[in-house]
């Protein structure tokens, strides 16, 4: 049987090196890595797999949210940082989507991947 407790979720990239510096230098992740993919710690004993793949193609969809109870902050810290923010329509010019649901924000990892912070009570 499996052991559902441990599960986590994955994506790949086209260059593990980069993706290694992003996750932990630009988003302060605590990152490791063993047979040539990284381990992302979420806190919490959550983890996420980044694994290379030679025809890597960047999901389409956002891959990764991170909560966040400020995004204001959260987009500035990560903008000082050097993580570029999405342009989609509705987006306001602090690169934030204020209408229709909750504030979100979405930026891209190295492989073109889209990552979001999200805000939540």
Known sequence: MIDISKTFSGFSTD??????VFYAEKLGLSVTESNGMLHLDLGG???HLIYPKPQH?????????????DIETAV????????VFESYPGVDEDGIMRQGGPRIAWF??????????????
Do not use: M
């Open 76 to 83: 500035s810290e990560l903008r000082e940082r050097g993580v």
């Open 108 to 121: 891209k990892d190295p492989a073109g991947n889209i990552l979001s912070v999200l805000e939540q009570a």
């Open 57 to 69: 193609e960047p999901a389409s969809y956002t891959a990764l949210n991170f909560p966040t109870s």
């Open 45 to 47: 004993g959550r983890e």
């Open 15 to 20: 260059d593990i090196a980069a993706a290694k």
